[in-house]
């Protein structure tokens, strides 16, 4: 069956734990490239530039923007978030899912760019649950988390553009859903049309 690498965009709310997904996802399974973003926000506690993102400054950014060295950028709460594309355009070459973490904009950019690219949105299993879990994190002010959650509200609207919603209840049982959900998408017939031709002549030379 297909054997080109898929390019898998997984968005959710801020605090839905998406970038922890992702990490057990590429642990469990060998076959995944997490790509990593260029972003101007600066670092958390404990976050390193070139593993987590790439940190830039705002004219750093900039200058990629107009060398048409990224696939999608977008702002988000003041800061820019972008996808580097010689990396993800080589690893899709090589066989292996790509793994891009974006926001709802970028998102809705790659689409665009990539029809087959396959759309994961990552949620909580209710709003409250969501307001705990950024509240759990102890980096971020109630304003801030207040602005996260007005910015949730909005992407709720788009939601309905992604191909399948996995809601982050249990860990393990998530990461699970997720790779079910990438294999499936390995044996959809659009991704396989060499395969069907292939077997098309082969049952008319019989």
């Known amino acids: ?7 898998i965009v997984v ?3 801020s605090g ?10 590429v642990e469990e399974y060998d076959r995944y490239a997490l790509s990593i973003s ?14 987590e993102y790439f940190f830039l400054s705002r004219e750093q950014f900039e200058r990629k923007i107009a060398d048409n060295a990224l696939i999608e950028y977008a702002e988000y709460c003041g800061n820019y978030y972008g996808t580097p594309r010689e990396y993800v355009e080589k690893e899709l070459a090589d066989g292996r899912d790509v793994i891009l973490e974006i926001e709802i904009q970028g998102a809705l950019k790659i689409r665009k760019q990539y029809p087959d690219a396959l759309l994961l949105f990552v949620s909580t299993p209710s709003a409250k649950e969501l307001r705990r879990r950024l509240s759990g994190r102890g980096t971020e002010t109630e304003e801030v988390i207040d602005r996260r ?3 949730a509200a909005q992407e709720a609207e788009g939601i309905e553009e992604y191909d399948y919603i996995v809601v982050n209840d ?3 049982t998530c990461v699970r859903e997720l790779h079910e959900i990438i294999d499936a998408a390995h044996h ?3 991704r396989n049309e060499e395969f069907i031709e292939k077997m098309r002549r082969e049952l008319e030379e019989n």
Do not use: N, Q, V, Y
């Open 188 to 190: 959809a017939p659009g």
């Open 38 to 51: 260029a972003t101007t926000r600066a670092p958390r506690p404990g976050e390193e530039d070139g593993r």
């Open 149 to 151: 959650l007005h910015r």
């Open 170 to 172: 249990d860990l393990e």
């Open 1 to 7: 069956m297909s054997h080109k690498g898929i390019l």
């Open 16 to 25: 839905a734990g998406k970038g922890t997904l992702m990490k057990r996802l």
């Open 11 to 13: 968005s959710g709310f």
